[in-house]
């Protein structure tokens, strides 16, 4: 089993910047895709982004403000947010799995592991 505890989410004005920041524990050798999701009132569970230890990829809605990083050796994932909206106000989510899928990666069902999550208020 893995373990995932986020943290780092925040009350923060739009326009300004915020890191969030998951743990990985117990098995971690078998994970070796590493993601954040979001969930806001009322919505689906939607991809943010993901890192498969060589390549990131980003939601478009996203992208150019958000940067993700992962450690394997610390057993890390790092979200970093800047310019932040209201739209980007939810619960966020790590998530990892053993598997790398390059067609399903945006997919919550895709990961087998997920933290409690953390909540991003943007407020405008």
């Known amino acids: 089993q893995v373990q995932l505890v986020e943290s780092g989410g925040s009350l923060v004005q739009a326009g300004g910047s915020l890191r969030l920041s998951c743990a990985a524990s117990?098995?971690?050798?078998?994970?070796?895709?590493l993601g954040w999701f979001r969930q806001a009132p009322g919505k689906e569970r939607e991809f943010v982004a993901t890192?498969?230890?060589?390549?990131?990829y980003y939601a478009d809605s996203v992208k150019g403000r958000f940067t993700i990083s992962g450690d394997y050796a610390k057993n890390t994932v790092t979200l970093l947010m800047s310019s932040l909206k209201s739209e980007d106000t939810a619960v966020y989510f790590c998530?990892?799995?053993?598997?790398?899928?390059?067609?399903?990666?945006?997919?919550?069902?895709?990961?087998?592991?997920w933290g409690q999550g953390t909540q991003v208020t943007v407020s405008s």
């Open positions: 117990g098995r971690t050798f078998s994970t070796n895709v």
């Open positions: 998530a990892a799995s053993r598997t790398w899928t390059s067609v399903y990666y945006t997919r919550p069902r895709s990961y087998e592991y």
């Open positions: 890192w498969n230890g060589v390549t990131t």
